[in-house]
């Protein structure tokens, strides 16, 4: 049985208003031909369709042809939520979708309750355990949430999403393929920095001892950065279809095929895909801005700069862009003991609620008054302190 694993489209994703969504479906045909070249018998997708609970029309259209093209091929797919789509959404459009032969599941759920996928295949029968991004706001009680401090709060969501991967498992079939697909963060994995770090940090980190061993292979969604996962059973990540930030300059990304038989281990290989609009970063001082900007004038993707300077120019996002219109971004860097400051690594075990109010609304080129954030801010006091 051959299956193809894809996840984090992120589809009406926006890069300082720049719409990334033609580039997502570039990357989407292209997977199709392949599907259709080499005879694929299912896809799964493991969550972040979209980047938005409320996503464009043309995002919803470019998802919405990719399955009924799928179907037209007459091969099924599986489709997850993530955490940046709405569950309630994707739940609401399940019986539709599945006109398209897409099986789509918007929340966690047991087994017995359709967590666990069987679909018929032309080579076999295959068994698809999906566990959909489980945000702890919906596992764990009212009263957990009141009642129990941070410590217990993780050590509770864990054990939960541990016993429902544990549930799904247990509905295996001896004559099926058996794999697990899952939109969360696994201990260990190495990411792209543009992952919702909220939803990337300790209380959502789950030891890879959680997945079930008897699976023949696990595809997991959320982290940006393909990659396998050291575990009993084999786990990978597929990563995002594009260069999602620039924190991805220079990755290369693609999507998994999973060659596999009843009872064996899979074996995968990683399937690259065309980088239509290649991110990077230019770093220079500003006297040597002119020549960067000669060099990057016919660039074919998008670009950042981060210029080093004494004192930050008035005008000197418009002196790019009249060169470079493709530079979305343009960062002066104050100059401290003859280098240019550049920021820290993300870290995704600290939560600034704050700066992830304020960083959503700016990378959608929206700005808050201070009275907003002033507002937000006394709600978030007031909620944590009770």
Known sequence: MRLIHTSDWHLGRKLKGVDRTPEIEFALNEILDYAQAYEVDAV????????VPNPTTDAERVAYEFFYKL?????????IAGNHDSANRIDSLAHLLSLAGVRALGKPRLAEDGGLVNLETASGKLCVAAMPFASERRLLTSDDMWNLDAFQQRAD?????????QDLATGFKSDAVNIMMAHMTI????????????????????????IPSESQYVGLGHIHRPQQIPNAAP????????QVDFGEVGEEKGFNVIEVETGRPAKVQFQPLTCQKPLKKVECHIDLLDEQLEIHRDYEGYLKFAIAVDTPPIGLADRVRKACPQAVMVEPKLIVNELAKLPDPPDYDRFDPIAEFQNFYRDREKNLSPDVIEAFKSLYMEFSDK
């Open 235 to 242: 786990t990978y990540y597929a990563g995002s279809v594009i």
């Open 157 to 165: 969501y864990k054990t939960t999403v541990t016993s429902i991967l």
């Open 71 to 79: 179907n037209r091929l007459s091969i099924p797919s599986v489709a």
């Open 44 to 51: 799964i997708i493991s969550g972040d369709i979209f980047d």
């Open 187 to 210: 201990e260990g994995a190495k990411f792209a920095g543009s992952e919702a770090a909220f939803y990337s940090g300790d209380i959502y980190s789950l030891s890879g001892q959680s």
